[in-house]
């Protein structure tokens, strides 16, 4: 085989695998069990945890304090007009819902696992909050299904009610999923957008 031919191989082999990583989904994880929440992310066979993460190492503090000159600034420079900060929150929102109406065809959410146990009340009040559970999260689950976005795995527990339990248990796995190449057309058309309008911004204030 000649070099061409070898070198045609690796260069396939290459955009092959490149192809295939950036169509694999990238996962945020959402895990709460009681009073604990551990959000991590999620990608083949990597896992990072977000939060709470790694407790930081403490700096030591400088005792000696520096007396640093204080600088006497404009008003103008210190705040911004009330005009710049609604342009912004204008923006901000266009950008946001033209993103959004884009996300819901790439982003996949899916309930992995949710386990409620109603315990620890008396009867009654255990039987109410039990048929209320039901009602709230079978409608919740049942609306939501009918989109292609969002899906509830078969393995999830559910919501049960123990009359002799004293202590209730809640846990709920969530994770919500995207691939690089859907991470692009979401963002990309926003990031344009937001460049287009500062450029037509500064050439409406040369203008001026």
Known sequence: MSGWGIFGIVAGSIVILILILITIPVSIVLDLSGTKILVSLRYTFIKKELYPGKPRAEKKKNTKKENKPKEIKEEKDEKQSLSDIIDLISDVREIAS?????LK????VRV????????????STTALLYGGLQMVFGNLFSVLEQSRWFSVSDKCKGINADFLQEKAHVSFRLSASMSAIGAVVVLLPAVVKYISNKKGEKNSGKQL
């Open 105 to 108: 065809n790439h982003i996949k």
């Open 112 to 123: 992995e696992d949710y386990d409620i146990l109603v315990a620890g009340f008396e009867a």
């Open 98 to 102: 033209s993103a959004l109406k884009r």
